[in-house]
């Protein structure tokens, strides 16, 4: 284990269980609707990789690059985007792939610019769900595990733009970044 990880949360073979059910799930409930899969970047990365393959029916994916953290551990409330879709949604089925729901600023406010530039619908798959951090309200439409309080990496999670590439999600120290 990294010597900045307190604690693995969701291992390796958890998140290749988790990736092989949600992919089955979408699958059925998007049948012959030719969804389009939307990444938030940088934090969806391994999560959209490793869903995907799991996804048995035709799909497109495009990504969108969106921020609030801004580096820490406290959102900025302030959703940014600094990268956005190269084509239409209108009157698409869309999914928003996300690593983590915390806070909620983030899935809700790109729901709303992709329901206002007319997707015919919006649903939110996740990694990790975290309804303790909750600010706005909502649920996500797909959950792969719901985790406690905790600040954590890997993943495609980071502190700090660091750890993405860990392979598994783990609780970052404090002492990393309680200075
Ligand atoms: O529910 P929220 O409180 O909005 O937090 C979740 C979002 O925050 C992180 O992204 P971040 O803004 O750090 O950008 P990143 O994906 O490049 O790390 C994460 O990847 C989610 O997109
Ligand atoms: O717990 C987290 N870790 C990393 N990035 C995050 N963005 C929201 N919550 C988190
Ligand atoms: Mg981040």
Not at 31 to 48: A, E, H, S, Y
Not at 161 to 176: A, I
Request: hydrophobic fraction near 40%; include cysteine.
């Amino acid at each position: 284990m990294h010597q900045d990880i307190d604690e693995v949360l969701v291992s390796e073979a958890q998140i290749e269980a988790i990736c092989l059910k949600l992919g089955k799930q979408l699958s059925e409930d998007y049948k012959d609707k030719n969804p389009l899969f939307i990444g938030l970047l940088n934090g969806c990365v391994p999560f959209m990789s490793a869903l995907i393959k799991r996804v048995e029916i035709p799909i497109e994916i495009q990504f969108m690059a969106v921020s609030s953290y801004h580096g820490g551990i406290e959102s900025s409330g302030d959703v940014k985007i600094k990268y956005d879709l190269e084509r239409s949604v209108m009157n698409r089925d869309c999914v928003i792939v996300e690593d983590i729901v915390d806070t909620g600023a983030t899935v809700k406010t790109i729901t709303s610019l992709l329901l206002h530039r007319g997707a015919r619908s919006v649903k939110v798959v996740t990694l990790l769900d975290k309804p303790s951090g909750r600010k706005v309200e909502l649920i996500p439409d797909y959950i792969g595990i719901t985790i406690p309080k905790r600040f954590v990496v890997g993943f495609g999670l980071d502190y700090n733009e660091f750890y993405r590439n860990l392979p598994y999600v783990g609780v970052l120290k404090p002492s990393v970044y309680i200075k």
